[in-house]
């Protein structure tokens, strides 16, 4: 358990769909980022998150859309999505806002196919 | 070309041999972290370090900020330490902000 709990695990969605994921950390962290992890590639730094704020928008196409309500929730609103997109999304959390000098704590990942 | 690297991509090896993963980057920064990541997705932080040396258990992780290099060691190897370790550095310069390198796929057969 690693104090950061993302849901789904996995997700299949038409290219039509709406979905959300969601993250929650219980570590009493400041930061919380979204990763993309595709087959092959170094992970992605798509969003940070300090403080609710958005710091940080890595140059991602808006049919990703985040949302940080508090300090322990983040969300991913995907729509119109393309099959290039599946892929495995992480959340992470840290204590200081851009997590260089303190550790990271991930979630287990949304597998994320799009049909 | 990556501005951190790698090496090797993948490796195999026995239960018990030492192991060593290395990580070679061209920016300044000021911390490097080396991460594992099992078949199930989940990432867990193994190390954070910005000079010297750090040790947990069977896990060595070295760091020469001069080289600009960094290595993961492990100590009589399990098939439980079968994974992908990634190496990622905090730029100190610049985008500030964590750059991995592609991950190391490790096979220990029993």
């Known amino acids: 358990e690693t104090g950061v709990t993302q849901t789904p695990r996995h997700l299949v969605m038409g290219m039509t769909n709406k979905k959300s994921l969601k993250c929650e950390q219980h570590l009493g962290h400041n930061a919380m980022y979204w990763y993309k992890q595709s087959a092959k590639k170094p992970l992605e730094l798509m969003f940070v998150y300090n403080f609710k704020e958005q710091t940080e928008n890595n140059s991602v196409p808006s049919r990703f859309s985040p949302e940080c309500p508090n300090s322990s929730h983040l969300f991913l609103h995907l729509h119109t999505l393309q099959p290039e997109d599946s892929a495995l999304y992480l959340c992470?959390?840290?204590?200081?806002?851009?997590?260089?000098?303190?550790?990271?704590?991930f979630g287990n990942g949304t597998r994320l196919t799009v049909t | 070309k990556n501005e951190v690297e790698q090496s090797p991509q993948n490796l195999t090896a026995q239960e018990g041999e030492f192991i060593t993963i290395n990580c070679s980057y061209s920016v300044g920064i000021s911390a490097l972290h080396w991460l594992q990541q099992h078949p199930g997705g989940g990432i867990v932080s193994l190390f954070m370090l910005s000079s010297g040396k750090k040790k947990h258990g069977r896990l060595i992780a070295t760091i020469n900020i001069q080289e600009k290099h960094s290595s993961l060691h492990i100590t009589a190897s399990h098939p439980r330490d079968s994974a992908v370790y990634i190496c990622a550095v905090f730029r100190r310069e610049g985008a500030q902000k964590l750059v991995f390198g592609q991950g190391t796929r490790l096979t220990i057969n029993p």
């Open positions: 992470a959390s840290s204590q200081a806002p851009r997590g260089g000098n303190s550790p990271l704590h």
